[in-house]
């Protein structure tokens, strides 16, 4: 009987944790108990859950096959779990799967001024937890640093009672990128631009995006780390005139990375840029550009493709 009622005790340990409250982008959000009817957005913030060992926690996710970004990994992951919008969900689509909890972010399943926010989710009982690189779309915050992913990973830690495994995640992590990053020589920094899309005008990460922390961590700066936003449309030319030494594609979609470096080689315009001339390029996948578990395994490709390691 003993036993038993311990590990009864033991069991309900993390529900025991609750109250808690995180703090969300502008707001602080309390939870009375963990999520058991969770809804993620977008390939990063589902793997984020799952990797949380979350899967038995959600009813769903949402904003992943319509940007064609799901891998043979992620597939594996998700596969007992429905997937209720191909892209940004609506709120009838959420409130239909009866969720209590939503992890989104701005311009991750979310738009400011949309149908979709925390305010109008709130009344219908689903809780959200917002991507903390997204809050820069709602006020002001830090620039992008690897705290950004390790924060979120430690507050669904909190917020579904499963802190231990956030911390043990995080601290292994930080164990890794110190590992990987340790020969860096960060006395002359790389000029490092990233290509996301687009062909009139590049897509490109700014100060407020991971990648700007990430090629940092590897030992480069972002051209474009004075561009006060996170990811966003700037022009050609200050591409060219700021001449990076590499070229980070993002790979996803229905534009390939190859069709990307193809462009860029093709184009008279950029023959001179010392990335292009030297062939020079490393290739990240969306999941691993994006916030989230796979950050460390990207610092690791950009460290490489900078440094020959």
């Known amino acids: 009987m003993k036993y038993a009622l311990l590990a009864l005790l033991a069991s309900a340990a993390p529900a025991l944790a609750h109250p808690v409250t995180v703090q969300s982008c502008n707001r602080e959000v309390t939870f009375d108990a963990p999520p058991a009817r969770a809804i993620s957005n977008d390939v990063n913030l589902t793997e984020m859950m799952l990797v949380l060992g979350l899967r ?14 799901l891998d043979e990994e992620m597939r594996a992951g998700v596969a007992e779990l429905p997937e209720l919008s191909a892209k940004y969900p609506t709120k009838e689509v959420l409130a239909g799967a009866e969720p209590d909890f939503f992890f989104a972010g701005w311009n991750y399943g979310m738009k400011v001024g949309g149908e979709v926010t925390p305010e109008t989710l709130e009344p219908l009982g689903i809780k959200t937890y917002e991507l903390t690189e997204s809050c820069i779309h709602i006020g002001p915050k830090a620039r992008s640093s690897m705290d950004d992913m390790y924060n979120d990973i430690l507050n669904l830690g909190t917020i579904f009672g499963v802190s231990a495994k ?20 960060r006395s002359k920094p790389l000029r490092v631009f990233v290509y996301d899309s687009g062909e009139e005008t590049p897509f490109t990460a700014g100060a407020y995006a991971m990648p700007t922390a990430m090629i940092e961590a590897a030992g480069g700066i972002n051209i474009m780390d004075d ?83």
């Open 227 to 309: 561009l006060e936003k996170s990811w966003a449309t700037v022009a050609w030319e200050p591409v060219v005139e700021r001449n990076p030494e590499v070229i980070v594609i993002v790979n996803y979609g229905d534009v390939t990375a190859e069709q990307k470096i193809a462009f860029l080689e093709a184009n008279p315009a950029f023959a001179n840029i010392d990335a292009v001339k030297n062939d020079r390029y490393v290739v990240l996948e969306y999941v691993e550009a994006t916030p989230g578990p796979r950050n460390i395994r990207a610092v690791e490709k950009l460290v490489a493709g900078f440094w020959g390691n």
């Open 166 to 185: 956030a911390e043990e995640l995080v601290a292994g992590w930080k164990a890794r990128l110190a590992e990987v990053t340790a020969g860096v020589d």
């Open 56 to 69: 038995d926690r959600m009813v769903g996710y949402t904003g992943i096959s319509g940007w064609k970004t």
